[in-house]
């Protein structure tokens, strides 16, 4: 894992087994925005390795990562299909911390995807 941006730091330490909103919040904050710059930290990590619910960037827009596809977010929901690529790189959003507790398989009481991310979007 490559973290671009102001800092080679990552800032991975887990969030699992954190007590409390403000210590989650302040891991997450620290993952999120380089100290100094408040630039914001992405992640270089191959896409095979990506567990389904992490945000990549591509050509300026959020996409999930769900299964075999990309999905690409909007407001109103997932409205757009790709194929997920079989190689390169990603471009990460979704901090250190919320990575390791996707792979965790974590399954709370609220649904993790909105339901637009698994209907079929006509044409795709």
């Given at each position: 894992?490559?973290?671009?941006?102001?800092?080679?730091?990552?800032?991975?330490?887990?969030?699992?087994?954190?007590?409390?909103?403000?210590?989650?919040?302040?891991?997450?904050?620290?993952?999120?925005?380089?100290?100094?710059?408040?630039?914001q930290?992405?992640?270089?990590?191959?896409f095979?390795?990506?567990?389904?619910?992490?945000?990549?960037?591509?050509?300026?827009?959020?996409w999930?990562?769900?299964?075999?596809?990309?999905?690409?977010?909007?407001?109103?929901?997932?409205?757009?299909?790709?194929?997920?690529?079989?190689?390169?790189?990603?471009?990460?959003?979704?901090?250190?911390?919320?990575?390791?507790?996707?792979?965790?398989?974590?399954?709370?009481?609220?649904?993790?995807?909105?339901?637009?991310?698994?209907?079929?979007?006509?044409?795709?």
């Amino acid at each position: 894992m490559k973290t671009t941006g102001a800092s080679s730091d990552s800032g991975s330490g887990s969030i699992l087994g954190s007590r409390g909103a403000d210590a989650v919040d302040a891991q997450l904050h620290s993952e999120r925005v380089a100290a100094g710059t408040r630039g914001q930290r992405r992640l270089d990590v191959p896409f095979e390795q990506l567990p389904d619910g992490t945000f990549v960037a591509r050509d300026g827009v959020a996409w999930l990562v769900l299964g075999p596809e990309l999905l690409r977010w909007t407001p109103a929901g997932y409205t757009e299909r790709h194929v997920r690529p079989a190689g390169g790189v990603a471009c990460v959003l979704t901090p250190p911390s919320l990575l390791h507790v996707l792979r965790s398989g974590w399954d709370g009481v609220v649904p993790l995807l909105h339901p637009s991310a698994y209907d079929r979007v006509p044409g795709t």
